[in-house]
């Protein structure tokens, strides 16, 4: 018997939503965040945690090159 397309075992982290290789630009955002601003930081609480995202993303919302280069490389939108 022939299952259905997108039925079968996915495993949760599975995120892919447009064919296999591609990514979310969202998982592009948290590496870059992950890398620069979250570099060897080191919380207390969870709200400095919060504002230290918060700062990272608007840094990235302020250059936009780099937004674009996160929409271009998931390979969700050929045109850019």
Do not use: C
């Amino acid at each position: 018997m022939k299952r259905p397309s997108g039925a079968g075992i996915s495993g949760a982290g599975s995120r892919t939503r447009s064919g296999a290789g591609a990514s979310l630009p969202l998982e592009y955002l948290w590496s870059h965040l992950d890398r620069t601003d979250l570099a060897n930081f080191a919380p207390d609480d969870l709200g400095e945690l919060a504002a230290q995202v918060r700062r990272g993303a608007r840094r990235v919302r302020r250059k936009a090159d780099l937004s674009f280069t996160f929409l271009e490389h998931s390979g969700l939108y050929p045109e850019l």
